[in-house]
């Protein structure tokens, strides 16, 4: 059982940047992809985006290509969200997940494990 607890959100003003962490423990961290989503008011959880097991691959939803960052630290157990040029709409809850797998890419799905979420908000 793997337990992903998150940090970092807070409110920022519009084109500001925050980082937020998610700290995984209880299982080998280096056999997990790990993905980050967000949960705006009213609407569905979306996915933002994902990292390999080892680190090498990342993937992203269009809206924050180009802003956003994933990256892990696989020695600490941690896996970051770096959010950069922060919009009033990247406003929402954003959960870590975890997802084990074999595989070297990021997969598909990455629900296996979920975080408590963290809030961002980000005023105009």
């Known amino acids: 059982q793997v337990q992903l607890v998150e940090s970092g959100g807070g409110l920022v003003q519009a084109g500001g940047s925050l980082r937020l962490s998610c700290a995984a423990s209880?299982?080998?961290?280096?056999?997990?992809?790990m993905g980050w989503y967000r949960q705006a008011p009213g609407k569905e959880r979306e996915f933002v985006g994902g990292?390999?097991?080892?680190?090498?691959?990342?993937i992203y939803t269009d809206s924050v290509k180009g802003r956003f960052t994933i990256s892990r630290d696989n020695a600490k157990n941690t896996v970051y969200l770096q959010m950069n040029s922060l919009k009033p709409e990247d406003t929402a809850v954003y959960y870590c997940?975890?997802?084990?797998?074999?595989?070297?890419?990021?997969?598909?799905?990455?629900?296996?494990?979920w975080g408590q979420g963290t809030q961002v908000s980000v005023s105009s």
């Open positions: 990292i390999s097991r080892g680190g090498a691959s990342t």
């Open positions: 997940a975890a997802e084990r797998t074999p595989s070297l890419r990021v997969p598909q799905r990455i629900d296996d494990y």
């Open positions: 209880g299982g080998t961290f280096g056999i997990y992809a």
